[in-house]
């Protein structure tokens, strides 16, 4: 009895067992892993600047999974530019500026499209016109310079200063020669052209007439005594070899005998240092003023 009993007890044993280990194996199968689906896609920069024909922008577009994480998607994704007449967009996400005008970009993968971007296009700013400064200068004497200046206006209406940026020219060199500043310099009597260009735009000629002094005269020629520390301005009049008659007071060179009793500066501008006389005299090329006594006084 007690054997049958022991045979009984081990049989239930021997089901339980299996039902447990059954029961095991199928809630395993059961069990399945979940993995992360592409959520979204975000495009940045969400709101890029204006962008200039012929110009680019790189975009670079983000994926969120649905578990949170994230993937650089730019040189896998889809990218689409809605008006390829204003911006186009190549696989890597690089866009470029065709025409004036907006283009919506968008990034797409795996069945996931981002949300727009507005990508703005505006023409490219260009010099449209040149103009050369004095339009009308005064008679260059023969061996004086005169300071030449080019403003340029854009296609914007903006105006720059573009002196040093635009290659000047001078059509009759014998007469007039110009740096690269656009600093002319009277070789001969006669008249030469000077011309201001740069990006295919060319200012309009300006008329430089050079002639040769004959004579300089320096007013006051007779200047009151100057107190130390006083100024005193002098003109310079030149006489042309034409007979016309000419202010050159800043095309000549100002010279003071006698330093430590007064100075002078390019414009002609005499400044007294010390009690004593001082002889002022103007000069261009061979051609020099009589002299001008200025007699300098203690306070």
């Given at each position: 009895?007690?054997?049958?009993?022991?045979?009984?007890?081990?049989?239930?044993?021997?089901?339980?067992?299996?039902?447990?280990?059954?029961?095991?194996?199928?809630?395993?199968?059961?069990?399945?892993?979940?993995?992360?689906?592409?959520?979204?896609?975000?495009?940045?920069?969400?709101?890029?600047?204006?962008?200039?024909v012929g110009s680019t922008v790189s975009f670079t577009a983000t994926g969120t999974e649905t578990d949170g994480s994230t993937e650089d998607l730019t040189y896998e994704a889809n990218w689409t530019s809605s008006n390829t007449a204003a911006a186009t967009i190549d696989s890597n996400g690089v866009a470029t500026g065709v025409a004036a005008g907006t283009a919506n970009i968008t990034a797409a993968f795996d069945g996931v499209t981002s949300s727009s971007v507005a990508l703005p296009v505006v023409a490219a700013v260009t010099l449209s016109s040149i103009a050369v400064t004095p339009a009308t200068p005064a008679i260059l004497a023969t061996g004086a310079t005169q300071q030449f200046d080019a403003v340029g206006t854009y296609s914007d209406g903006t105006t720059a200063d573009i002196t040093t940026q635009v290659t000047w020219t001078s059509d009759t060199v014998a007469t007039a020669t110009i740096s690269a500043t656009g600093v002319a310099t009277g070789m001969a009597a006669g008249t030469a052209n000077i011309t201001a260009a740069l990006n295919g735009v060319t200012?309009?000629?300006?008329?430089?007439?050079?002639?040769?002094?004959?004579?300089?005269?320096?007013?006051?020629?007779?200047?009151?005594?100057?107190?130390?520390?006083?100024?005193?301005?002098?003109?310079?009049?030149?006489?042309?070899?034409?007979?016309?008659?000419?202010?050159?007071?800043?095309?000549?060179?100002?010279?003071?005998?006698?330093?430590?009793?007064a100075t002078i500066s390019s414009a002609g501008l005499a400044t007294g240092v010390a009690a004593g006389t001082a002889n002022i005299t103007a000069a261009i090329g061979s051609v020099t003023s009589t002299a001008v006594l200025l007699t300098v006084v203690a306070p």
């Open positions: 009895m007690k054997s049958k009993q022991l045979r009984f007890i081990g049989l239930l044993l021997v089901i339980g067992l299996v039902a447990s280990l059954t029961l095991g194996l199928a809630a395993c199968g059961s069990s399945t892993t979940t993995t992360p689906a592409l959520s979204y896609i975000t495009v940045s920069p969400s709101s890029p600047s204006n962008l200039t200012s309009p000629a300006v008329p430089l007439t050079v002639e040769n002094v004959t004579s300089i005269d320096v007013e006051p020629a007779a200047p009151a005594n100057l107190t130390v520390g006083a100024t005193q301005q002098f003109t310079a009049t030149a006489t042309f070899t034409d007979g016309s008659t000419e202010d050159i007071s800043t095309q000549v060179t100002w010279t003071s005998d006698t330093v430590a009793t």
